[in-house]
């Protein structure tokens, strides 16, 4: 799929039963796709969208759609049901206890990195996620939606996310975990 509009370009990634989508349940209604956040940069935007597909389950996705030689192709992403968005695992809730901590999925495309992530807020009020980057000191933010961040960035690993309330987390500073 190829157009000049990229949000037109995440539509018909969604809808197109030629990727096979139906077969794994996740083939968008059209009328149900919700752009839930964008991240644009000249070419290159990311967005995180919530929908239905035909088989009447909710779905969260998190398309990169990249400008090549003037047409907007959609060239990779991650999903997951909605409902399974913020499911844990025993060790998991061991390593991190009570504090709160960030479930990510993340690729590195034309020199970004593409991060897509829920929040497990563990009764904490998180209203925005800071990722600072611990070689370079970089730091980009982003504020949760329904418990999701989004993060295109040229930032260099290792990385560690702050979480930030709107009362102050642990000890009146951020909360980090890498």
């Known amino acids: 799929m ?7 370009v995440v539509i018909d990634y969604l809808s197109d039963k030629k990727f096979q989508r139906e077969k ?11 752009f839930l956040k964008v991240k644009a940069l000249p070419n290159l ?17 998190a398309c990169l759609v990249q400008n090549m030689n003037g047409s907007w192709r959609c060239s990779s992403g991650f999903r997951g049901r ?5 499911a844990t695992t025993k060790e ?26 829920n929040v497990i807020a ?3 009020d998180i209203a925005s996620i800071r990722m600072v980057s611990a070689t370079s000191g970089q730091i980009e933010e982003d504020e949760t939606h329904d418990g999701l ?21 642990t000890g009146g500073g951020p909360a980090r975990r890498s």
Not at 45 to 61: I, P
């Open 2 to 8: 190829s157009t000049d509009d990229p949000r037109q």
């Open 24 to 34: 794994r349940g996740c083939l968008a209604k059209v009328e149900t796709i919700l």
């Open 45 to 61: 935007h990311a967005y995180a969208v919530r929908y239905t597909s035909t088989t009447d389950q909710q779905w969260d996705e």
């Open 82 to 86: 909605t409902e399974d968005r913020f």
């Open 92 to 117: 998991e809730r061991v390593k991190n206890g009570s504090q709160p901590w960030i479930k990510v999925s993340a690729t590195e495309e034309s020199g970004y990195w593409f991060i897509y992530g």
């Open 122 to 124: 563990n009764n904490y």
């Open 149 to 169: 961040v989004l993060f295109l960035s040229k930032c260099s690993l290792p990385i560690e996310f702050e979480f930030y309330g709107r009362t102050p987390i």
